[in-house]
């Protein structure tokens, strides 16, 4: 909505109201176009500067000893204005409180799986249904993440040959382009989901009609992804983005735990890990470390190639630069990588240290 607009209905609807004698018309003229105000996303403060605005304007030609009523009366209709805000108001505290509630039950819930001899599958079991109930979805697909990979490994209510493995690197799936820009993704009508690949079906064959995508993004690597389905058109709330990303994170911490304890062993220590891994993660780390395979890029002094290129200039990158850091880490087949700098570009400097470290005993 623009601000003429905004200004021009709303004055017209006041002086109606002051001036025409049908109050009860005017007053519910009023409430419906405060809601349309909501749904524009206008804010209370501009609310109130076009009702001062509009008294102004509404009483230059008004006898002075009238002004004090007319500006009594305009009082009562921008009260009933701003009552649908203020039933929003206190739906978001409410859901709020709700969502504090929410994210108890997974402290306790995801810690009564941890203690349990660090129990994945029951684990996943626990944040499906507390991601599925907070979504309000009928359906829901929960994939980890390896090598650059997104394997299905719990669902609900989705027909089993539906979830397929999904490449990082490719585009147009939810649970992909969630977890590499580190943010939901939604699609909210039919057509939405007609433009993605891998979307599965419901489990009582309907194809859904609209989906979301959940990154899970724990305290230092990528875990996985989510994405729930539903049967009927539906879009998140603001406040619905922050409880699922809120329990998204705690959910990819729980399994980051776990796998941290799985994998006690130093990574780097070689012994523990098969032949044909070593020499897959081998192959990995040579493209994202000195760059196999890929074209370098140029600074003032030299061509650089690989992730160990961009670590020998890092001191000298700052933060304006972040965009093209992670395109060029995508370039190099990094998606984890460039995911992670998405979620957190102020520690990008730590995170590729981080990632240089962790895979240049596969590489020397």
Not at 274 to 292: D, F, M, T, W
Not at 311 to 327: F, P, Q, S, T
Not at 330 to 348: K, T, V
């Amino acid at each position: 909505m623009t601000p003429e607009k905004l200004e021009e209905t709303y004055t017209e609807l006041l002086s109606k109201y002051l001036f025409e004698g049908d109050d009860e018309t005017a007053l519910y003229n009023a409430y419906e176009f405060s809601r349309e105000c909501i749904n524009e996303k206008v804010g209370l403060e501009e609310i109130t500067a076009v009702h001062t605005d509009a008294i102004g304007r509404l009483t230059e030609n008004v006898p002075l000893p009238e002004i004090p009523l007319i500006v009594s009366k305009s009082s009562v209709f921008f009260l009933e204005f701003i009552m649908n805000y203020s039933l929003l108001y206190r739906e978001y505290f409410d859901r709020w409180e709700q969502m504090e509630k929410e994210l108890e039950d997974t402290i306790r819930e995801t810690g009564k799986a941890l203690t349990a001899c660090l129990n994945l599958e029951k684990t996943l079991e626990i944040i499906s249904s507390l991601i599925r109930k907070a979504a309000r979805s009928e359906a829901i697909i929960i994939y980890l993440l390896k090598d650059s990979r997104l394997s299905p490994v719990h669902r609900e209510n989705v027909a089993e040959e539906a979830a397929h493995p999904i490449d990082l690197g490719a585009h147009k799936t939810l649970a992909g382009n969630s977890l590499r820009d580190a943010e939901i993704k939604i699609a909210i009508t039919p057509d939405d989901l007609s433009e993605l690949t891998s979307v599965s079906t419901i489990k009582n064959g309907r194809t859904p009609s609209s989906a979301i995508g959940i990154p899970l993004i724990g305290e230092n690597s990528l875990v996985g992804a989510i994405e729930c389905y539903y049967e009927t058109p539906y879009a998140l709330s603001g406040l619905d983005r922050e409880m699922l990303l809120e329990l998204s994170k705690r959910a990819a911490r729980s399994i980051e735990t776990i796998d941290q304890f799985r994998n006690f062993k130093n990574l780097r220590d070689l012994d523990w890990i098969k032949k044909e891994e070593a020499v897959h993660r081998c192959k990995i780390a040579r493209k994202i470390i000195l760059g196999e395979g890929k074209e370098g890029y140029l600074t003032p002094n030299k061509v650089c190639k690989g992730l160990q290129g961009l670590l020998e200039h890092l001191d000298e990158i700052d933060k304006e630069e972040i965009g093209w850091i992670i395109e060029w880490v995508e370039y190099l087949g990094d998606f984890e990588l460039a995911a992670l700098i998405r979620a957190e570009p102020e520690r990008f400097k730590e995170l590729v240290r981080e990632r240089y470290n962790e895979l240049k005993d596969f590489v020397f």
